[in-house]
Each structure stands twice: as structure tokens, then as C-alpha cells.
């Protein structure tokens, strides 16, 4: 298993931001995603990155107020602007090294990921 640091959740009121980050000690990822699953729904990608060039996908419902970043070959931030209450969820990171680009940047719901974080919680109050 691969241990991954995630940290940043905490409660917001509407329209406030919040800090994700994520930190592979021990492995180094090519791939880093950021996973949301709210009560009742599925777990959808959020914001994925390349980690070789820096490419990024966003979910439609995030495009224009999260940002994610590569600070360095381990640890990848998401920063989320605008927060809305829909934004409320569990948080997740996962991280692989072996699928490509497109496959990181492909979205759906992290099934390719073998590593994952613990899940950190992000409220959002109205």
C-alpha cells in the first residue's frame, strides 16, 4: 500500500475557498487525482493531473473555480474558489504511475487508481 497525506477539509460558508493537498512520501506518482463522493451519489473525478507535463481535467461543475497544481514531483494542491453547498462532500486523493496521460486526464470515477487517501471532508454551509 501506499501511504498518501491529504489535508486541507474543514467547513466553509458559500462562496469561501478551501486548500486541498495531497502527498505521496514514498511513491512517486505520474497521475494524481482528486475524487469526490457526496451521501447518496457516486464518486466522481474532480480534477486530475498529469504530473510529467502538468496537464489537467476538471469536471464541468468545477471548471473556472478549482485549481489544480503539481508543487512538486509528490505533493499536488487543489485549490477551490466559489465554494457551493454541492460542493460538500468527501474528498479523496488517489495517485498511479501507470496508465497514460489520456487515461489521467479521462475523468469517470477513479476506477484505474490503485492508491488512495482516507477521504477528507469538505462542508459547505449556505
Known amino acids: 500500500q501506499v501511504p498518501l497525506v491529504e489535508s486541507g477539509g474543514g467547513s466553509v460558508q458559500a462562496g469561501g475557498s478551501l486548500t486541498l493537498s495531497c502527498e505521496s512520501p514514498?511513491?512517486?506518482?505520474?497521475?494524481v487525482g482528486w475524487f469526490r463522493q457526496a451521501p447518496g451519489k457516486e464518486r466522481e473525478a474532480v480534477a486530475t493531473?498529469?504530473?510529467?507535463?502538468?496537464?489537467s481535467y476538471y469536471a464541468d461543475s468545477v471548471k473556472g473555480r478549482f485549481i489544480i497544481s503539481r508543487d512538486n514531483s509528490k505533493r499536488v494542491s487543489l485549490q477551490m474558489n466559489t465554494l457551493k453547498p454541492e460542493d460538500a462532500a468527501i474528498y479523496y486523493c488517489?495517485?498511479?504511475?501507470?496508465?497514460?496521460?489520456?487515461?489521467?486526464?479521462?475523468?469517470?470515477?477513479?476506477?484505474?487508481?490503485?492508491?488512495w487517501g482516507q477521504g477528507t471532508q469538505v462542508t459547505v454551509s449556505s
Open positions: 488517489a495517485v498511479d504511475r501507470t496508465f497514460t496521460e489520456g487515461a489521467c486526464l479521462s475523468g469517470g470515477s477513479g476506477q484505474r487508481f490503485r492508491f
Open positions: 493531473i498529469d504530473m510529467r507535463e502538468s496537464n
Open positions: 514514498t511513491y512517486t506518482p505520474l497521475c
